[in-house]
């Protein structure tokens, strides 16, 4: 080990090379003795204690502590699936309760609507049945109307015939001094109001 | 006027410390209490109630015992390599929990920067996959490793020369100084930048600006820290997946 | 090199020293050369891995761990420059 030491005088600088024995290290560790066998020579002691550590640590790992561990480990992961798999089964039982709940209500929701549209042509068949008897009363009450308006209008005819004819008549007895008959009359007034 | 160069430590007085008592020293303290944090880690994760959700200590040990199946052994070895899971968690937390003292305050000192706790871990594994090799392979193993089949006759001797030297000499070796030099690197990086901030701090100069210097360091230092608990982590994984990848070319050449 | 050689040549120290001062500095080589190709490498490695996430993130997984399988057996040859700095230098 050496030290360099620097020497600044000026403008010129000087080394020097001093071989350094052991000075300066002592305050930083405890050390035994600074000639002691190289850094990489393994020595007795700490290969004998660093062995035995491991070896008694390798052998509780191997026989004890890990197969404990991985007990644990095993047991829990083995819970874990098979609660994972109840719970698969229990959801495929929930959906197919599901599934049959769906069933049934589409089965009531069809009946309904069966009995709805029973209930709507029932009433479909009463309304038009009651419109029936409703329209041909209407119609047959109009037909009598009828009937009755034309009888007043022919009996109007009549006496408006009678009284023309007989207008007719004694105008012409007037004019002519004669009657006509009662039967031309008639004819002749039914002839012109025919046209 | 002079001035004196930054003087670095001697390098073992960063990296050896007195015995604790006798030979019981801060490396062997380190890999002790990594054994007993372990063990006291996983076994309060024993006794937390397993059928819950994992939460605190037991989530922590469940989130390794993962990172280790998934993370590694079934990206290396596949499901047949299951079984090694507990060695290579204990490797891999044992390892760890030897790299963090090195950011750790007080302690600051990974014990797997010394030589021993790596080179015995890299021994331990090369026993392990060359018995792993004869117990699957027998003696076939030898011969397979050496010569891959379908090598041609002509380069058998150069395969073989190469093969024997890559799977018994640099295996072991490059595992150990993988793991030893990243931590040692770290270890003096940190100590460089420490006593740089400290030398600055400390430093009698008439330069006034040479003072307010030291941030330079000290966010230099910081950046670093939280490099190694990256690094900490990272070589404890790799550590562990080329143990994997070994114990698992072992068991299948063909892989 | 050379000139580094003159200047302890200059100081006048004794054989030992200067042999010291010369493992010294080319400890810092030795560190410096062996970290050229690795880093090369690396950050080729690192690139292509990022590619092959970015063309097939389905595959990142196994792209990550044989990025880091890569990255450590590359790594391996500088760090053996790092030790063998450690080894001459200090």
Same mark, same amino acid.
Request: aromatic share 8%.
């Given at each position: 080990?050496?030290?360099?030491?620097?020497?600044?005088?000026?403008?010129?600088?000087?080394?020097?090379?001093?071989?350094?024995?052991?000075?300066?290290?002592?305050?930083?560790?405890?050390?035994?003795?600074?000639?002691?066998?190289?850094?990489?020579?393994?020595?007795?002691?700490?290969?004998?204690?660093?062995?035995?550590?491991?070896?008694?640590?390798?052998?509780?790992?191997?026989?004890?502590?890990?197969?404990?561990?991985?007990?644990?480990?095993?047991?829990?992961?083995?819970?874990?699936?098979?609660?994972?798999?109840?719970?698969?089964?229990?959801?495929?039982?929930?959906?197919?309760?599901?599934?049959?709940?769906?069933?049934?209500?589409?089965?009531?929701?069809?009946?309904?609507?069966?009995?709805?549209?029973?209930?709507?042509?029932?009433?479909?068949?009463?309304?038009?049945?009651?419109?029936?008897?409703?329209?041909?009363?209407?119609?047959?009450?109009?037909?009598?109307?009828?009937?009755?308006?034309?009888?007043?209008?022919?009996?109007?005819?009549?006496?408006?015939?009678?009284?023309?004819?007989?207008?007719?008549?004694?105008?012409?007895?007037?004019?002519?001094?004669?009657?006509?008959?009662?039967?031309?009359?008639?004819?002749?007034?039914?002839?012109?109001?025919?046209? | 006027?002079?001035?004196?160069?930054?003087?670095?430590?001697?390098?073992?007085?960063?990296?050896?410390?007195?015995?604790?008592?006798?030979?019981?020293?801060?490396?062997?303290?380190?890999?002790?209490?990594?054994?007993?944090?372990?063990?006291?880690?996983?076994?309060?994760?024993?006794?937390?109630?397993?059928?819950?959700?994992?939460?605190?200590?037991?989530?922590?040990?469940?989130?390794?015992?993962?990172?280790?199946?998934?993370?590694?052994?079934?990206?290396?070895?596949?499901?047949?390599?299951?079984?090694?899971?507990?060695?290579?968690?204990?490797?891999?937390?044992?390892?760890?929990?030897?790299?963090?003292?090195?950011?750790?305050?007080?302690?600051?000192?990974?014990?797997?920067?010394?030589?021993?706790?790596?080179?015995?871990?890299?021994?331990?594994?090369?026993?392990?996959?060359?018995?792993?090799?004869?117990?699957?392979?027998?003696?076939?193993?030898?011969?397979?490793?050496?010569?891959?089949?379908?090598?041609?006759?002509?380069?058998?001797?150069?395969?073989?020369?190469?093969?024997?030297?890559?799977?018994?000499?640099?295996?072991?070796?490059?595992?150990?100084?993988?793991?030893?030099?990243?931590?040692?690197?770290?270890?003096?990086?940190?100590?460089?930048?420490?006593?740089?901030?400290?030398?600055?701090?400390?430093?009698?100069?008439?330069?006034?600006?040479?003072?307010?210097?030291?941030?330079?360091?000290?966010?230099?230092?910081?950046?670093?820290?939280?490099?190694?608990?990256?690094?900490?982590?990272?070589?404890?994984?790799?550590?562990?997946?080329?143990?994997?990848?070994?114990?698992?070319?072992?068991?299948?050449?063909?892989? | 090199?050379?000139?580094?050689?003159?200047?302890?040549?200059?100081?006048?120290?004794? =054989?030992?020293?200067?042999?010291?001062?010369?493992?010294?500095?080319?400890?810092? +080589?030795?560190?410096? $050369? &062996?970290? #050229? *190709?690795?880093?090369?490498?690396?950050?080729?490695?690192?690139?292509?891995?990022?590619?092959?996430?970015?063309?097939?993130?389905? =595959?990142?997984?196994?792209?990550?761990?044989?990025?880091?399988?890569?990255?450590? +057996?590359?790594?391996? $040859? &500088?760090? #053996? *420059?790092?030790?063998?700095?450690?080894?001459?230098?200090?």
């Amino acid at each position: 080990m050496l030290a360099a030491v620097v020497h600044l005088e000026g403008t010129s600088v000087t080394v020097h090379l001093t071989p350094m024995e052991g000075e300066g290290s002592e305050e930083l560790a405890g050390v035994t003795d600074p000639k002691e066998p190289g850094p990489i020579i393994p020595e007795l002691k700490e290969l004998a204690w660093g062995a035995g550590s491991f070896i008694v640590f390798a052998l509780l790992m191997r026989f004890f502590l890990y197969p404990r561990l991985k007990k644990g480990m095993d047991a829990r992961y083995h819970g874990i699936r098979s609660a994972h798999e109840s719970a698969d089964a229990e959801r495929a039982a929930a959906r197919a309760e599901v599934a049959e709940y769906e069933a049934q209500l589409a089965a009531i929701k069809a009946e309904a609507a069966r009995k709805v549209d029973d209930a709507r042509a029932t009433l479909e068949a009463e309304r038009a049945a009651a419109m029936a008897d409703v329209n041909a009363e209407v119609s047959a009450q109009r037909s009598a109307a009828m009937a009755e308006a034309e009888a007043a209008k022919a009996a109007v005819r009549d006496q408006i015939a009678a009284a023309v004819g007989d207008v007719a008549g004694r105008a012409g007895e007037l004019a002519t001094g004669r009657r006509p008959s009662d039967d031309v009359v008639t004819r002749v007034v039914q002839e012109v109001m025919a046209r | 006027m002079i001035a004196e160069a930054f003087k670095f430590p001697l390098i073992n007085s960063i990296l050896r410390w007195k015995d604790l008592f006798t030979s019981f020293n801060k490396v062997a303290l380190i890999a002790v209490a990594a054994a007993v944090i372990g063990t006291v880690v996983f076994l309060l994760a024993g006794s937390k109630d397993a059928n819950t959700a994992p939460k605190g200590v037991r989530n922590l040990a469940e989130s390794s015992v993962e990172f280790i199946e998934n993370g590694i052994v079934m990206q290396t070895m596949g499901k047949d390599g299951l079984g090694w899971t507990p060695f290579l968690l204990s490797l891999f937390i044992f390892i760890y929990l030897c790299n963090a003292p090195g950011i750790i305050p007080v302690i600051y000192m990974p014990a797997t920067a010394r030589m021993a706790i790596p080179m015995f871990l890299a021994l331990l594994v090369w026993v392990v996959y060359m018995g792993v090799g004869f117990k699957h392979q027998g003696i076939k193993y030898l011969t397979h490793t050496i010569w891959p089949p379908g090598v041609p006759v002509a380069l058998k001797p150069l395969v073989g020369l190469i093969e024997l030297v890559s799977n018994y000499i640099v295996r072991p070796f490059s595992l150990t100084v993988r793991l030893f030099a990243n931590m040692l690197a770290g270890h003096i990086l940190l100590v460089v930048f420490a006593l740089l901030t400290q030398s600055l701090i400390t430093a009698e100069t008439m330069q006034a600006l040479l003072k307010p210097m030291m941030v330079l360091p000290l966010f230099m230092l910081i950046f670093l820290t939280a490099f190694e608990v990256l690094v900490a982590f990272l070589q404890a994984y790799i550590f562990t997946i080329l143990t994997a990848v070994y114990i698992g070319s072992s068991a299948h050449p063909e892989h | 090199m050379e000139a580094f050689a003159h200047l302890v040549a200059a100081t006048g120290l004794t =054989a030992d020293e200067q042999k010291a001062a010369a493992a010294a500095s080319s400890a810092g +080589f030795a560190y410096g $050369l &062996a970290a #050229i *190709g690795p880093g090369i490498g690396i950050g080729y490695l690192v690139g292509k891995s990022v590619e092959a996430m970015a063309r097939q993130p389905e =595959a990142a997984g196994m792209v990550r761990t044989t990025m880091f399988l890569g990255i450590a +057996f590359t790594e391996a $040859l &500088a760090l #053996i *420059g790092f030790v063998v700095f450690i080894l001459i230098g200090l």
